[in-house]
């Protein structure tokens, strides 16, 4: 598991900032994704879109922002030696679906607590993000 940890070193421009986390692991697919230009119909001349496409980024693309900072947050858990990750949210929350794969792929034990409106167990609809 800390095979996978990394040094981080910030981008110039948030150098100065208070708090820059010391490591992290990769979830992400490597490399840079490519930003790209996206034209508008019926836009003025000189106004630009421009979409980072984490689209490429691999397994994570559907929840890519939740894997970039679970990179900082289990990096600095895997760093102080914890094995186990607690999380909370909603029966279909894809936090929840990230932190338990990125957990199951760094071999650290994730533990969730699903908010639902049911009552019973048998009251569950097994669909979405839910096993």
């Known amino acids: 598991m800390t095979h996978r940890l990394q040094e ?6 948030a150098q100065s900032l208070k708090l820059i986390p010391k490591y992290r692991v ?3 697919a ?6 790209t230009e996206w034209k508008l119909p019926d836009s003025p001349q000189d ?5 980072k496409r984490d689209d490429y980024t691999g397994v994570y693309s559907v929840v890519t922002r939740l894997a970039r900072q679970l990179e900082f947050i289990l990096g600095d ?7 186990h990750i607690i999380t909370a949210g ?13 957990c199951a792929e760094l071999g650290l034990q994730s533990h969730l607590f699903l908010k639902t409106p049911a009552k019973e167990a048998s009251e ?3 669909e979405g993000n839910f096993p």
């Open 124 to 126: 569950l609809k097994y």
């Open 30 to 35: 490597p490399g840079v994704t490519p930003i």
């Open 77 to 83: 858990a895997i760093a102080k030696g914890h094995k």
């Open 90 to 102: 909603a029966l279909h929350s894809n936090h929840c679906r990230a932190v338990a794969a990125s």
């Open 26 to 28: 990769q979830l992400a």
């Open 47 to 51: 106004f630009k879109v421009l979409l």
């Open 8 to 13: 981080y070193q910030p981008p110039e421009w």
